[in-house]
T-cell receptor, first 115, second 115 residues
């Protein structure tokens, strides 16, 4: 297993465009999390899935944001009508409750720049 | 609501010396987990050490150890024999053991090891 993969690593988009990010978690991990990290800050929770079910969404996740995890495997995070304030690093992490291990594995993130 | 506070935005220390990073937190839960994560300039968040709140013994991982003071809600990280590779952002994080286990992060401490 190569860990948590995120694609793309960088994305530059014009304001108003839609963008989609992908996260491939560790295969045996049933939980998947999305976080947003702005410069100089710690990551902020956006949403998380247990298998294919989206169990919680932060109030930070406006109606322009949507996340999916079809079949409980990879996940996508889409931002519609991007705004300059959406510029940030988007981090994905996965974990497993099945083993009782509270280790979270993070991906390298997708850096979004909205111009 | 859970909060994590890191009051040291930046620290620096000479190579081979010992450094302590501070973290305080607030939660109404009785069972929770505390973490220190390292984020080098390459961006990927790496778990440094983890502490279960129900365990009185402080966690240690090689050169890294914590001082967990549950009553004071304090969770500091000590790095002994610091190395150049320890240069990174360090984040303290908290996860509840009830319901979802999303991580709540502090704002981070930028640690620089000086040769």
């Amino acid at each position: 297993d190569t860990g948590v993969s995120q694609d793309p690593r960088h994305k530059i988009t014009k304001r108003g465009q839609n963008v989609t990010f992908r996260c491939d978690p560790i295969s045996e991990h049933n939980r998947l999390y999305w976080y947003r990290q702005t410069l100089g800050q710690g990551p902020e929770f956006l949403t998380y899935f247990q298998n294919e079910a989206q169990l919680e969404k932060s109030r930070l996740l406006s109606d322009r944001f949507s996340a999916e995890r079809p079949k409980g495997s990879f996940s996508t995070l889409e931002i519609q009508r991007t705004e300059q304030g959406d510029s940030a690093m988007y981090l994905c992490a996965s974990s497993s409750r099945l083993t009782g291990d509270y280790g979270y594995t993070f991906g390298s993130g997708t850096r979004l720049t909205v111009v | 609501a859970q909060t994590v506070t890191q009051s040291q935005p930046e620290m620096s220390v000479q190579e081979a010396e010992t450094v302590t990073l501070s973290c305080t937190y607030d939660t109404s839960e009785n069972n929770y987990y505390l973490f220190w994560y390292k984020q080098p300039p390459s961006r990927q968040m790496i778990l440094v050490i983890r502490q279960e709140a129900y365990k009185q013994q402080n966690a240690t991982e090689n050169r890294f150890s914590v001082n967990f003071q549950k009553a004071a809600k304090s969770f500091s990280l000590k790095i002994s024999d610091s190395q150049l590779g320890d240069t990174a952002m360090y984040f303290c994080a908290l996860a509840s053991n009830f319901g979802n286990e999303k991580l709540t992060f502090g704002t981070g401490t930028r640690l620089t090891i000086i040769p």
